[in-house]
């Protein structure tokens, strides 16, 4: 998918400017093209793969309509602003586009390698498909810099500001992982503990994603 990343930016700005102006939720909402797009090139899993590409491609609510409906979405936020409620300044401030962006990237290539995965000739037929699908060099090096770093749950959690961030992270790596290994439950128990995701709201949204891939055809 061609200039993947410049997708995902102007995406999010829209659903950014939505949600200031309508009391929308945000990125939350969805997962755009872009994201379904480097999916495919990274996520080993058959059924997230599948799964990732038709939230890209239809463009479905992850907030509104597939994460159990929107007033569970919005308890889900709740619980989480309630668990960051020793941090004054959580839930007022947002994280600037760019940083946002990246991060969003970082952690979909830590999903797609939390299994351990992800070796020189996995990285070599990435590349490869990321030049053949039109990704520039700044979008290919952001995903080459994230493929190089050790998994850190932390890492990701640093910065995020508000609960919709903190969220939109869990869920997509959720969405990109079959949790079939230790390592990937691992990876999602730290990382659920770094953003300070309650547990019921974890079950919950593994729940449903199960539910979801479950449901896909073939």
Known sequence: MANWMDQLQSLLKQKGASATSSGDQGFSKMLPGALGGLAGLLVASKSSRKLLTKYGTSALLVGGGAVAGSVLWNKYKDKVRAAHQDEPQYGVQSSPLDVRTERLILALVFAAKSDGHIDDKERAAID???????????????VTQAIEQPLDPERLARGIKNEEEALEIYFLSCAAIDVDHFMERSYLNAL???????????????????????????
């Not at 490869?128 to 952001?142: D, F, I, N, S, T």
């Open 128 to 142: 490869a498909q990321m030049r053949e699908a039109g990704v520039e060099e700044q979008g290919r090096a952001l």
């Open 192 to 218: 659920g503990d770094a953003l300070k995701i309650p547990q019921d709201v974890r079950e919950g949204i593994e729940q449903d994603l199960k539910q979801q891939k479950l449901a896909l055809p073939g």
